[in-house]
């Protein structure tokens, strides 16, 4: 990197900004890594605070996948790892508040009512350049139907990704059936100019290494996240988070 392009991105992150990842990170590389996800993603400072309590800078790229023999192109396969995390915070999803108090009894169409309710949230929790398409998208092949949960469109990617919600553990069968929404995705919906479409699971525990090992026999980039709600969270990270009215002056 070249000093002025340093100096660049050092000057475009205010001062209280840089005294917080100081005092906050100690790694040198992740300082960087902070500076650079602050202003690519235009965090206020205590939402930036919440985040590198969540040592989010090693969750991205560490998202167990399939990009890197599936997407054809080296600088689109870095690009998709550095897209997504491997775990997101859903804090906005209180199931007290939707009066369910076990989380077994928690289904997919509840959590993707709340991610709807809170798409703007959603969208900054999942990262940069992500547009909303729709949920329950209709998708049809040979007089059969489809509904993929939540459908984006991500501009730096250039493709369309389709989000899978799962309340329970990975299980192998939703790759093949993430995999029939991509063929049709790519087939029917995606544009000539567009890179093939991307998917992910994110559901609510995953065994990575496991994860690593089936996905690579999928021929269509995938990829297996997991997601915490606002009950599995410390309560001095939950003071940490941005409250409503943060939320709304940062969207």
Known sequence: ?????????????????????????????????????????????????????????????????????TIKDSRDAIKALNMFKDEYLLDFINTEEVGIRDFADIAERVVEKEIIHNIKKFIMTFGRDFAFVGNQYHLEAFSEDFFPDLLFFNRELNCLVVVELKTGDFKPGYLAQLMTYLRILDDKV???HE????????????????????????????????????????EKLREALPDVEELKKLL
């Open 1 to 69: 990197m070249k000093i002025v392009n340093i100096l660049e991105k050092f000057l475009n992150l205010s001062f209280s900004h840089h005294i917080i990842i100081l005092a906050e990170e100690k790694n040198i590389e992740k300082r960087w890594k902070y500076i650079s996800l602050a202003i690519e993603n235009r965090w206020d400072k205590r939402f930036l605070k919440a985040q590198i309590k969540e040592n989010v800078a090693d969750k991205y790229g560490a998202m167990p996948s399939n990009f890197g023999v």
């Open 190 to 192: 995606k544009k000539p």
């Open 195 to 234: 890179n093939p479409s991307i998917g992910i699971v994110l559901c609510k525990n995953a065994n990575k290494d496991f994860v690593e090992y089936v996905i690579q026999d999928y021929a269509k980039p995938m990829g297996v996240a997991t997601y915490r709600l606002s009950e599995d969270m410390p």
